[in-house]
């Protein structure tokens, strides 16, 4: 069957294209920082709704934990659709459970140290939450071992980089000096590669691609690993019902 040239490689250096082509466009027309900040949140956001499973919710938003405690604000979540029972919504201010949340990235024009080290806390706020995991009743029975709650997922994505070798020396140096909580796992900076990184005994080990194929690399990886996670686990209602005079 002919394609007329068609396949899965050209559709995504398309769509990379087409993005890196939106978001410069933004970079030359907005001057306002925040607002070039929220420009280049919400296309990345729109980008992840279009393409990943509906199973997956994506969000600027705050994450919350059954001890009344909160992240900072992160640029993008992504959390389960199906099975969470509640996400606030308060005008712009989005609250989320920790249990809901599969992964959480950073929003920047580039990536530097500074940019780096800053999504790396980012990530740590929402990794230090108390996640609860409920038993799950089911038409067979009882789930009675909760299952243990997985290590969120963190991430930059940016357009450019500031670095010559947006992989080298100094990009390892900050990588391999990260602790558990705030270890960056998944990376694009769309003119220059997307990144990897698995962590092994106090190493970290990069994975990453070419500059052409930025924006593909971060799909698929992305797709394996939050299929790797599998379900969110189910949420013990009465850990967060517990804030409530009626319930104590």
Known sequence: MLNDGVNLKSIFITLQRQMIEKLSSGREIIFHPTTK??????NWIEWLRIYLPKRYAMDKAFVI?????????IDLVIYDRQYSPFVFNQGEAIYIPAE????????KQDINKTNLLYTSEKIKSVRRLERTSAQITHAGGI??????????LGGIL????????????????IIQQLDNLSQIDIGCILENGSFSICYNDGSATLHKSNSEEALIYLFFTLIDKLQSLGTAPAIDIKAYAKVLDSFK
């Open 37 to 42: 900040g929220d420009f280049s949140e919400l």
């Open 65 to 73: 934990d059954s001890n009344n405690q909160f992240s900072q604000q």
């Open 100 to 107: 809901s949340v599969y992964a959480v990235f950073e929003v």
């Open 143 to 152: 789930i009675s071992t909760p299952k243990k709650p997985f290590k969120i």
């Open 158 to 173: 940016t357009l450019t980089s500031e670095w010559a070798y947006p992989f080298g020396e100094s990009f390892n140096a």
